[in-house]
T-cell receptor, first 115, second 112 residues
Framework: DAGVIQSPRHEVTEMGQEVTLRCKPISGHNSLFWYRQTMMRGLELLIYFNNNVPIDDSGMPEDRFSAKMPNASFSTLKIQPSEPRDSAVYFC?????????????FGQGTRLTVV | QKEVEQNSGPLSVPEGAIASLNCTYSDRGSQSFFWYRQYSGKSPELIMFIYSNGDKEDGRFTAQLNKASQYVSLLIRDSQPSDSATYLCAVNSGAGSYQLTFGKGTKLSVIP
C-alpha cells in the first residue's frame, strides 16, 4: 500500500482565496483524521471521521473551515476564505478500527502558505 | 480540556548516552499512550505505544508509564545522531475513540 496520500504537497495562495486539501487514506482504514501543525500550537486535531461520518469536529477553528468524506477512499479539507494565520502544515492520518494500541499513519502533509 | 505537556527542549545529549524524554497528561481516564518521532520537514511516525503501568522495551527504546502520576516517558539508550528529531507524546482517551491528543514535542539533538 502506498500509505496515506495527500495533495498538494505545497500550496501558496493569496488571502481570501479558497483552498482545498485532499487526502486518500490507507485502504481498509476506518478512521481518518485531519491535523494542523504550527510551531506555536503543535499538532492539533481538526476533525475525526469514522466510517465516513464526522465524529468530532470540535477542533475546527471556525466556519471558514469545512471537511468532507464522501467515501471511504477520499476526504477534503476546505478553507474559504483563507487568511494568513491559516498558514501551517496540514496532515491527514488514518487508522484501522482495533484495540487501543491502534496506530495512526500520517500522510506527508500539505504545507500551506497564505500571503 | 485534555492536555499533554512536554518540555520543548532542545535536549542535547552526546552520542552513546541515554536520552530521557518526559510527558504528562491531564485526562486521568486516558488509556493508551504513544511516542511518535518526527524528523524536520517530515510526518510523524510511530516508535512505541504503551497502555499498562511499568516499562516496555523495544530495542534501544523503553517507554515507561505511571498512570497514578499521569506521566509517561521515553528512554533512548546508546543515542545516535540519527535519533535527532522531535519526539511527540500522544494520548488516547479510549472510550471507543481513536483520536489522539498530541503534546508539542521535545526536540532532541544527539551530538557526535
Amino acid at each position: 500500500d502506498a500509505g496515506v496520500i495527500q495533495s498538494p504537497r505545497h500550496e501558496v495562495t493569496e488571502m481570501g482565496q479558497e483552498v482545498t486539501l485532499r487526502c486518500k487514506p490507507i485502504s481498509g482504514h476506518n478512521s481518518l483524521f485531519w491535523y494542523r501543525q504550527t510551531m506555536m500550537r503543535g499538532l492539533e486535531l481538526l476533525i475525526y471521521f469514522n466510517n465516513n461520518v464526522p465524529i468530532d469536529d470540535s477542533g475546527m477553528p471556525e466556519d471558514r473551515f469545512s471537511a468532507k468524506m464522501p467515501n471511504a477512499s477520499f476526504s477534503t479539507l476546505k478553507i474559504q476564505p483563507s487568511e494568513p494565520r491559516d498558514s501551517a502544515v496540514y496532515f491527514c492520518a488514518s487508522s484501522p478500527d482495533g484495540p487501543m494500541n491502534t496506530e495512526a499513519f500520517f500522510g506527508q502533509g500539505t504545507r500551506l502558505t497564505v500571503v | 480540556q485534555k492536555e499533554v505537556e512536554q518540555n520543548s527542549g532542545p535536549l542535547s545529549v552526546p552520542e552513546g548516552a541515554i536520552a530521557s524524554l518526559n510527558c504528562t497528561y491531564s485526562d486521568r481516564g486516558s488509556q493508551s499512550f504513544f511516542w511518535y518521532r518526527q524528523y524536520s520537514g517530515k510526518s510523524p511516525e510511530l516508535i512505541m505505544f504503551i497502555y499498562s503501568n511499568g516499562d516496555k522495551e523495544d530495542g534501544r527504546f523503553t517507554a515507561q508509564l505511571n498512570k497514578a502520576s499521569q506521566y509517561v516517558s521515553l528512554l533512548i539508550r546508546d543515542s545516535q545522531p540519527s535519533d535527532s528529531a522531535t519526539y511527540l507524546c500522544a494520548v488516547n482517551s479510549g472510550a471507543g475513540s481513536y483520536q489522539l491528543t498530541f503534546g508539542k514535542g521535545t526536540k532532541l539533538s544527539v551530538i557526535p
